[in-house]
């Protein structure tokens, strides 16, 4: 019994819902619909465990005036539920986390006018002179500082040089290949990254397409997942099915 419980809570990843879309579909309006705030508690009462938000300098879909109405909105509930802001770390989201103090902080090596975060840091030396003053800095505000990588074991080391807490791996081109059923390789490749992760004392953490069919083998090659960011999929699922419930097995999925 002992075993299977410790077994049970090491398949568990926090479930934690990208708000983006949300806001993209917002700003498509001036009304304010849909609202940004009440999605999120909805998250928060329908099985997540956090909320992430990306906020691009276009603001085309989470504006700069949405983190402080967030951070409010969780600030009783944290840190049992966590706020993760992602982005690149340039002197605006330095002061985003220095005002907000979110409990993680996923650092993306994206230029500004990136159409969606696509590739991870490879950490050579320009990447890394860019991400190392930054991680101390945000690790001084008490935030947990992740970098966004690709599935490659190899820059793991660098990951941990650089200063960072953990590692989200890209599950993008995962995702893509599932839909054709080319995915082993990849997932391999996962596995592998996050296995080094986990060996150098890192938190892991994936995001980037990911669904209700994807899940489940990624958490079967990834079984001590801490957390995965959703957001674009599981919109276009709620489309369907409806928020509270596809938040509901999102969360189950990553069970």
């Known amino acids: 019994m002992h075993w299977a419980f410790i077994a049970t809570v090491?398949?568990?990843?926090?479930?934690?819902?990208?708000?983006?879309?949300?806001?993209?579909?917002?700003?498509?309006?001036?009304?304010?619909?849909?609202?940004?705030?009440?999605f999120a508690r909805l998250?928060?009462?329908s099985g997540a465990k956090g909320l992430t938000v990306h906020p691009r300098p276009d603001e085309r879909h989470i504006r700069a005036?949405?983190?402080p109405m967030l951070a409010a909105l969780?600030?009783?509930l944290r840190p049992r539920f966590e706020f993760n802001i992602e982005g690149y770390p340039d002197d605006r989201m330095l002061f985003m986390?220095?005002?907000?103090?979110?409990?993680?902080?996923?650092?993306?090596?994206?230029?500004?006018?990136?159409?969606?975060?696509?590739?991870g840091w490879r950490l050579d030396e320009a990447q890394a002179a860019r991400a190392t003053p930054a991680i101390a800095a945000m690790k001084g505000f008490g935030c947990r500082v992740v970098l966004f990588i690709d599935p490659d074991p190899d820059v793991v080391a660098r990951v941990r040089k650089a200063g960072a807490d953990g590692v989200e791996i890209y599950t993008g081109d995962y995702a893509a290949a599932?839909?054709?059923?080319r995915h082993q390789p990849i997932l391999d490749r996962i596995a592998a990254t996050a296995e080094a992760a986990r060996a150098s004392g890192l938190v892991v953490n994936a995001g980037h397409?990911?669904?209700?069919?994807n899940i489940p083998p990624l958490m079967r090659a990834v079984p001590f997942l801490a957390e995965a960011s959703i957001g674009h999929e599981l919109t276009a699922d709620a489309l369907e099915q409806g928020f509270a419930a596809t938040v509901a097995a999102y969360a189950k999925a990553l069970q």
Do not use: C, W, Y
């Open 10 to 38: 090491l398949a568990m990843a926090r479930l934690s819902v990208n708000l983006n879309k949300i806001a993209l579909l917002r700003n498509s309006r001036r009304t304010g619909v849909p609202d940004v705030a009440h």
């Open 43 to 45: 998250a928060l009462q």
């Open 65 to 67: 005036a949405d983190i």
């Open 74 to 76: 969780m600030r009783p």
């Open 97 to 119: 986390l220095s005002d907000t103090r979110p409990e993680q902080a996923t650092l993306v090596p994206d230029a500004p006018d990136a159409f969606t975060s696509e590739e």
């Open 178 to 181: 599932f839909r054709d059923g």
């Open 209 to 213: 397409d990911l669904n209700l069919q």
